[in-house]
Each structure stands twice: as C-alpha cells, then as structure tokens.
C-alpha cells in the first residue's frame, strides 16, 4: 500500500530466538525423561524381593552342667573371743584395731604385780615344804635300823614314815602352786589365740578386767578361708535325685560341683569355692535343707556377714542343647520355638526346656542336633505374607565383636545411599540458568 511502511526484523535475530526455543523445549523434554526413567527404573528392573535375613543358631547336643542359683551369706571360718584370764588392771593395748594378727602375738598387758607377788609367795611355801620334807625323811631313814634292833617301837617308825609321806604330798602340792601362779602371771599378757583380723578393743586402758569373769576384750575372726552358708529347698534336692536314678539327669560328681560366688552387683567373684557338706535335716519352718562351702579369701575381699548369690553345679542334663532365651516361646500349653528347614522354610516345634543358665534355655526333648534354630528376625516376618522363606544368617550376641561392627556398617551403607542425591538434583538446576 502506498505510503504504508512495514518493518520486519532481520533474518538473524529470527533465526536466534528459534534456535533458542526448540534447545529450550529439548533440554526440558530431556530432564522429563530422566526423571521418568529415574522413578521406573527400580520397578522395571527389580523383580520378586530378596529373601528377609534371620538370625539363627545350630543346635548342639552334649553335657550341659545345670546352674542352680541360691541366696547365702558368709561367715568366718574360726571366730575367737579374746577375754582377760587374770584379774587386774589393763594397762597398755599393744595391736592396732582392725589388723590382721599371728597366734600367740600379744594383745593388752595386764598389771603383773599382785600376780608376781602371788608367783613369790607360792615359790616360798614350795621351798618351806621341801625343807620339811627333807627333814621327816631324815628322821625315818634314822629310825629304820633302830626299829630292827628293837631300839625304838615299831610305832614311832611308822610315824615317822607317815610325816615323811605327808611332807613329799605338801611338796607336791607346793609345785602345783607355783605352776598356777606362774599360769596366771602369763595370763597378765593377753595373746591372740587364732590368726585371723581383730576388730574394735572392747576395753581401755586403766578398766579393771578379769574380776569374777573373764572379760571380753576384742574378738578375731578368721576370714581365710571363709564358709558361705545357702540353703536349698527339699523338694528341689528330691527331684534332683529322683532325675538322676530315671537318668534323665546325672551327678556332676565331686570335682565338677563347682561352686561360685556372685556379689550384690551382679559381678562373679573370681575364687571358686569347694562344697563341704549338705545338713541331713530340713528346717521343719523353711523346708529347706542347709549347705555349707568354703571359699579362699587371700586378699580380704569378702567379709563376714554379707549376702551373696551362689551358683553351683550340682547335676548334668545328658545330649541337651542350650540355646538363647529369645528364641524360646514360654505359654502354659508349652514352650515352643522356630527352626529354618530346607529353602529357608519355617517351622514350629515344640520342646521341652529343663533349666536356664546365661541367658540360655536347656532343650532335652523337640529339637534335633544340626538344626537352625531362629533367634533373631521375628519382627521382619509380622509385615511379610505367611510362610515366606527366609535366609538363616549366623546369630551373634550382643556385646559380642561382631556385633559393633554390623552396627558400624549401616550408617556407612546410608551414607552411601545417600551421595548421589545433591547429583541428582544438578540437571533440574540447568534451564534456571
């Protein structure tokens, strides 16, 4: 049209603004096909879900000790009162209180004065006695010949013989006398009659002591070895012994009936202790049956009079297995448990549990050695469809090395896991630019 003028842009900047649209709509059709892909490729490539893990343990059979845990306290082995034997004022203590003495170490020494003066004088009336002694005896040896010469009556003789009898029994007696008086004069240093550690001085110094009674002094105890008293209820002792004549059960014997202190921490003392004896009567009020073991205390860790567990061995189950208490299911129809058959099948049993010891049951009836029992796993099994197979993997412990390190390798696995992401997010960061 004439006077109509039309401007159109040049060629270049139409062919730009193009190009840019159509890389605009490639690189978005792109990132939107790697996100697609991205999210189907778990599902596309994926298939039917591993088998769940499950921790299992091999039933083992053998002998098996069977613990039997029972309250006890401690007591000393020998217990001794130190007491004065002589009258008389304590003057000096000569042991500290608290530690540890050697028989026949002195103790308190007692005032020896009255007691020297009671030696002395007893010494005088022996030497009085022996005098006359000496003399009736001269005087009979003096009349034995003239009693055969007819020169004296036979009467006087037998006289002077029966005043020389009467002067050797006064001797005799003058030494008993000197001896007690001795006796008692030791008696004025108090000695400890046992080894063992002593306790608190019941007496000072300046109390009269010994006046009419032997006075307590101090006691000491003799505190190694020590005994730990337990008692064990009757009926358990019986069906013990009535396991052992159906051979269900047999004695541990007198080697292996080891006997174990456990203290009020739960920590095991590390001396084991030797049974001595079983009472032969049962306590008519408890129904329990007393025992008695002697335990070595070398280094006074132990003391009389405090409480303790003890743990002791006293019969063995024969081709038993021991397996963790978690894998066993206690209801009162029975007690049951998991064992993983072939192609990681599961399987119910029920079994017969006998004692417990370490956390573990003792199984003597329902499981068969070589099996894999399931101790581990149970909660995976709640979410999964029934009769699933499952993949047994060895069972460890708790606490034990293979544990941390397991614990240790899934933080590492979700750190992995987790890299690649911040990459992931780069191409949707590209067209902002």
Known sequence: MPGLHVSHPPVSLRLTATVSALSLAILLAACGQKDAGGAAGPAAGGGAPPAPEVGVVVATPGDIGLVTELPGRLESSRVSQVRARAAGILQERLFREGSDVKAGQPLFRIDPAPLQAAAQSAQASLARSEANAAQAKALADRYKPLVEANAVSKQEYAN??????????????????????????????????????????LVTEGALVGQGDATQLATIQQINPLYVNFTQSASDALRLRRAMEAGTLKSAGAGAAEVRIVMEDGSEYPQPAKLLFSDLTVDEATGQVTLRAEVPNAKGDLLPGLYVRVRMSQVQASNAIAIPQQAVTRTETGDTLTVVGEGGKLEKRTVKVTAGQNNRWIVTEGLKAGEQVMVDGFQKLQMLPP???????????????????????????????????????????????
């Open 160 to 201: 002077a013989v029966a005043s020389w009898k009467a002067a050797e029994a006064d001797v005799a007696a003058g030494r008993a006398a000197v001896a007690t008086a001795k006796i008692n004069l030791g008696y004025a240093t108090v000695t400890a009659p046992i080894s063992g550690r002593i306790g608190r001085a």
């Open 387 to 433: 009769n699933t197979p499952v993949k047994p993997v060895p069972w460890t412990a708790p606490g034990t090395a293979a544990a941390p390190a397991a614990a240790a390798a899934k933080p590492a696995e979700g750190a992995a896991a987790a890299a690649p992401a911040p990459a992931a997010e780069a191409p949707a960061a590209a067209p902002k630019q």
